[in-house]
């Protein structure tokens, strides 16, 4: 049964770093691709970026130059930090399959 | 990026009744390998989304046949027969042709 389970902080202070992670299970990262969406309160979905099975990654380019996914395939966990968070970054953060979606997490950035 | 236009913004459906969403991306879906990777996802009030379609017009595993896909190049469609209280929430379309993937704005689906 595949599954995949965020955590990290619930809030953050501006201009610091969110790290977040996903811990899936019922798949190998090494064969499959994890990607990160967001979702701001009450809006739609904004894809963040994604961490291939050969653990290239491809990042939104609005977000490029604050973000960072990695993974420990043998921990099967897939990390997601970026830096100098504002009040726009608040959203739930999902990583995902995109045939699969974990439960999210709520990020609250703010002072 | 690649911008997907869905429409309408919010549509409101008796039970039992069909409707239809549109999807229009600003270029063509289409990839360098000949697949069109456009999805369709539900996010129902208070869940994460699901993969209702994936590559215009499959539906994915335990997905009602009431939920059918088309379109080809840049134009798609969702179509939703005998609308059922579960069907009811956000319709997305996204791409995942071209990076960043991008989504539609989203479709709210209501009871009339």
């Known amino acids: 049964q595949v599954q995949l389970k965020e955590s990290g902080p619930g809030l953050v202070q501006p201009s610091q770093t969110l790290s977040l992670t996903c811990t899936v299970s019922?798949?190998?990262?090494?064969?499959?691709?994890v990607h990160w969406v967001r979702q701001p309160p009450g809006k739609g979905l904004e894809w963040v970026g994604a961490?291939?099975?050969?653990?290239?990654?491809d990042y939104n380019s609005a977000l490029k130059s604050r973000l960072s996914i990695s993974r420990d395939t043998s921990k099967s966990q897939v990390f997601l930090k970026m830096n100098s968070l504002q009040t726009e970054d608040t959203a739930i953060y999902f990583c995902?399959?995109?045939?699969?979606w974990g439960q999210g997490v709520m990020v609250t950035v703010s002072s | 990026d690649v911008v997907m236009t869905q429409t309408p913004v919010s549509l409101s459906v008796s039970l039992g009744g069909q409707v239809s969403i549109s999807c229009r991306s600003s270029?063509?879906?289409?990839?360098?390998?000949?697949?069109?990777?456009l999805s369709w996802y539900l996010q129902k009030p208070g869940q994460s989304p699901q993969l209702l379609i994936y590559k215009v017009s499959n539906r994915f595993s335990g997905i009602s046949d009431r939920f059918s896909g088309s379109g080809s190049g840049t134009d798609f469609t969702l179509k939703i027969s005998r609308v059922e209280p579960d069907d009811l929430g956000v319709y997305y379309c996204g791409q995942g042709t071209q990076y960043p993937y991008t989504f539609g704005a989203g479709t709210k689906l209501e009871l009339k």
């Open positions: 270029q063509s879906l289409v990839h360098n390998n000949g697949n069109t990777y």
């Open positions: 019922g798949f190998s990262l090494t064969s499959n691709s």
């Open positions: 961490i291939w099975s050969g653990g290239s990654t």
């Open positions: 995902t399959r995109m045939q699969s």
